[in-house]
């Protein structure tokens, strides 16, 4: 759907295009302060062309309601500043982003990176930023790898149905002009932007193409557009697009969907992981089918145990515990919590702490909520008996 702005901003010309989310961007004359390649962790972080392992270049979505500048860089992004890359992203103001003009500022950027010496410059991009990264491979031969999430630049299901499909129909053309670029690209279970069937026709494009590729079509438990800005996306991926950056799939790798979150890691046994047993005393309870461990994990990528050791008349003694997530300052933990069966859930409710509802499913899991007593604050996971 197209809509017309008649505004001009600081005497540029502007145009009618379309944008993800709304279904329309606005043309207008490309200008450098409006575009810019700025370091995503402070200057101190960029160790230069003679150091590093390459250069990678985030390119934020696009957004007519804020500036997408303003959002923070994608918690993936650390695994490669972490295996010694410097990293860059794609700062755009709204007024001069559209795909050609972005696009043709990101190849030219991705040309300087390696004329300042990098071994590698790879693109990487969210949603309308995995769309002008696509296109920038389009542009010049001296992008080595591009890595997509959530590809989309024309509006979702909601606001601009008459375009959305032009998510799928208009990437075809693009990765047909992808020069030499490897590509990997990652498409999420209910993004509303996303029309669906997008993975077989770009693996086909890809292979007619002999281009090095890998493309993730709904990973298991990350949904939503946003899929690639949690923690559990840098759990489960983000060695794996490391990788892919440094040197294209090869046959020896470790599978690219790594196994974090199917079983407890080191370090949450560290942690304090232990067996729970019934205390034999006690009558069965609507409380004793949870009697045991339970581990699963929050989408934030921070693993969870549920210790549930002891029913005692109509109280639940048990151990919650959180592995280490993403962000340095947090640190394991584990709690005793003391709670009772409400309506068929387990729930933990003690005063000045988080709420924690647990519920059996019909395949034997649990499904487990975490809550802030003020609401604002929620996770959900689906939990496994260990023990």
């Given at each position: ?22 279904g329309f961007v606005l043309e207008a004359a490309p ?290 515990l959180l592995g280490p997530g993403v962000e340095p ?30 519920s059996l499913r019909g395949d034997g899991r649990l ?21």
């Open positions: 759907m197209l809509r017309t702005i008649g505004k001009a901003l600081r005497g540029l010309i502007v145009a009618v295009g379309v944008v993800a989310g709304t200008a450098a302060a409006q575009i810019r390649l700025v370091p995503a962790y402070g200057e101190q972080s960029i160790q230069g062309p003679g150091k590093a392992m390459g250069a990678v270049v985030w390119s934020h979505g696009r957004s007519v309601e804020s500036e997408d500048s303003e959002a923070p860089t994608p918690l993936y992004m650390t695994a490669f500043q972490k295996a010694g890359w410097d990293v860059y992203r794609l700062d755009r103001m709204r007024v001069s982003d559209t795909l050609p003009n972005s696009s043709r500022a990101l190849a030219r950027h991705a040309d300087g990176l390696k004329d300042r010496g990098y071994a590698r410059v790879v693109l990487t991009g969210q949603s309308f930023g995995a769309f002008i990264s696509l296109m920038a491979a389009g542009q010049t031969s001296r992008v080595d790898a591009v890595v997509g999430t959530a590809p989309a630049a024309f509006g979702n299901f909601f606001d601009a149905h008459d375009s959305y499909r032009d998510n799928a129909r208009r990437l075809w053309p693009i990765l047909q002009e992808v020069r030499s670029a490897r590509v990997m690209l990652f498409f999420f279970h209910g993004d509303d932007f996303d029309p669906g069937g997008r993975a077989e026709p770009a693996r086909g494009i890809l292979t007619g193409r002999g281009l090095p590729h890998l493309v993730i079509d709904q990973p298991a438990n990350l949904p939503g557009h946003a899929a690639s800005t949690t923690g559990l996306f840098v759990r489960r991926f983000g060695d794996c697009i490391v990788r892919f950056a440094l040197s294209g799939p090869g046959p020896n790798d470790p599978p690219c969907d790594e196994s974090w979150g199917r079983t407890p890691s080191s370090d949450l046994l560290q942690a304090g992981l232990q067996s729970a047993s019934a205390s034999g005393s006690e009558p069965p309870s609507p409380a004793t089918p949870y009697l045991g461990t339970w581990y699963g994990a929050y989408l934030n990528g921070r693993e969870v145990a549920l210790s549930v050791e002891k029913v005692a008349g109509g109280e639940v003694q048990a151990q919650y300052d947090q640190k394991p933990e584990r709690v005793r919590r003391k709670g009772r069966v409400e309506d068929g859930e387990l729930v933990f409710d003690e005063n000045g702490r988080n709420i924690l509802r647990y499904t487990g909520t975490w809550k802030e007593r003020d609401g604002k604050g929620r996770l959900e996971t689906v939990m496994r008996r260990v023990n």
